[in-house]
């Protein structure tokens, strides 16, 4: 048997994908995936538990990483895969989320369309809670690709990224509203079934906290950190993200409640659900008929006498 040539060591930046309940510290040869700024993606092994945990208990997050590779088997499908060694940051701005592939929404066009609409979020405070939600490792692993429900709407994969994209172009829409009321909708929109990758059991069925809860409370437990700091820098953001993810509140000392704002996610929420009703069963679809004006002969029209 001829021995491995040397290893190559390179470095690149990306990302790891998985998540802490994936972590196995007694099997080095668990297969893990990298993606790289192209977003290209990378199998890899991650033999040393320490930093495979290291790695996994921090959001996700661009990197340096360094692997030792074999290159020398001309058939690359014989040679062992690469192993990570090494991970450290560095000072440039993180651009995790940009390095996932486009499909990791089997919805086309799901993903990047969430990304477009966090980039439309000029208050910047609400901008780093999207980001800091979207890069939690749970997100990452279950948002893009579970249904929004198991039997009802949106009921595929990728259907809760669907549905939240949806409300919250819905919401990006419409008039009335100042910019900050505009963005706080969007932020909920995207945001308001986010307990919902917390709800289930792996056949989608409800799991004891959702049952007890909800997902609306469920994920308001789950966010309660991240609201916090925006508390820190933004009171009034807080207090309206909290509201509008609960869906109900109480009103603040000064009485004040953003109870119009509450009514508009609703509205977009049971508007999305019924348009995807309609697409996927037609002939149950409320529609209103197309008026058209009577005919001239009618006695009973406008112009009858």
């Given at each position: 048997?001829?021995?491995?040539?040397?290893?190559?060591?390179?470095?690149?930046?990306?990302?790891?994908?998985?998540?802490?309940?994936?972590?196995?510290?007694?099997?080095?040869?668990?297969?893990?995936?990298?993606?790289?700024?192209?977003s290209l993606p990378i199998d890899c092994l991650i033999p040393s538990a320490e930093l495979?945990?290291?790695?996994?208990?921090?959001?996700?997050?661009?990197?340096?990483?360094?692997?030792?590779?074999?290159?020398?088997?001309?058939?690359?499908?014989?040679?062992?895969?690469?192993?990570?060694?090494?991970?450290?940051?560095?000072?440039?701005?993180?651009?995790?989320?940009?390095?996932?592939?486009?499909?990791?929404?089997?919805?086309?066009?799901?993903?990047?369309?969430?990304?477009?609409?966090?980039?439309?979020?000029?208050?910047?405070?609400?901008?780093r809670l999207l980001w800091r939600v979207f890069r939690e490792r749970e997100i990452v692993?279950?948002?893009?690709?579970?249904?929004?429900?198991?039997?009802?709407?949106?009921?595929?994969?990728?259907?809760?990224?669907?549905?939240?994209?949806?409300?919250?172009?819905?919401?990006?829409?419409?008039?009335?509203?100042?910019?900050?009321?505009?963005?706080?909708?969007?932020?909920?929109?995207?945001?308001?079934?986010?307990?919902?990758?917390?709800?289930?059991?792996?056949?989608?069925?409800?799991?004891?906290?959702?049952?007890?809860?909800?997902?609306?409370?469920?994920?308001?437990?789950?966010?309660?950190?991240?609201?916090?700091?925006?508390?820190?820098?933004?009171?009034?953001?807080?207090?309206?993200?909290?509201?509008?993810?609960?869906?109900?509140?109480?009103?603040?000392?000064?009485?004040?409640?953003?109870?119009?704002?509450?009514?508009?996610?609703?509205?977009?929420?049971?508007?999305?659900?019924?348009?995807?009703?309609?697409?996927?069963?037609?002939?149950?679809?409320?529609?209103?008929?197309?008026?058209?004006?009577?005919?001239?002969?009618?006695?009973?029209?406008?112009?009858?006498?």
């Amino acid at each position: 048997m001829s021995e491995l040539p040397s290893p190559t060591i390179s470095t690149l930046r990306g990302v790891l994908l998985g998540t802490l309940d994936q972590y196995a510290p007694d099997r080095p040869d668990q297969v893990w995936r990298l993606y790289n700024e192209a977003s290209l993606p990378i199998d890899c092994l991650i033999p040393s538990a320490e930093l495979l945990h290291s790695l996994l208990s921090r959001p996700l997050t661009t990197l340096n990483l360094q692997l030792a590779g074999w290159f020398g088997d001309s058939d690359a499908k014989a040679s062992p895969l690469p192993v990570l060694a090494a991970a450290w940051a560095d000072d440039r701005p993180d651009h995790s989320l940009y390095h996932l592939p486009l499909d990791i929404c089997p919805v086309e066009g799901t993903y990047m369309g969430i990304l477009e609409l966090i980039e439309t979020i000029d208050t910047p405070p609400l901008y780093r809670l999207l980001w800091r939600v979207f890069r939690e490792r749970e997100i990452v692993a279950r948002y893009w690709t579970m249904p929004a429900s198991p039997r009802h709407h949106h009921a595929f994969a990728g259907g809760l990224a669907t549905h939240s994209l949806e409300v919250a172009r819905d919401l990006a829409g419409q008039a009335a509203m100042g910019p900050h009321e505009r963005e706080l909708c969007i932020a909920a929109g995207l945001l308001h079934d986010i307990g919902k990758v917390w709800s289930y059991t792996p056949d989608m069925f409800l799991n004891t906290a959702a049952r007890a809860m909800g997902h609306e409370l469920l994920g308001l437990s789950r966010l309660e950190r991240e609201l916090k700091i925006l508390e820190g820098e933004w009171p009034d953001g807080a207090y309206t993200m909290r509201v509008l993810l609960s869906g109900c509140g109480r009103m603040r000392q000064d009485g004040s409640m953003p109870s119009a704002l509450i009514a508009r996610l609703k509205a977009a929420d049971q508007r999305s659900c019924e348009l995807e009703r309609n697409r996927r069963n037609p002939v149950h679809a409320w529609k209103p008929n197309r008026w058209l004006p009577p005919a001239e002969s009618d006695p009973e029209g406008p112009g009858a006498a």
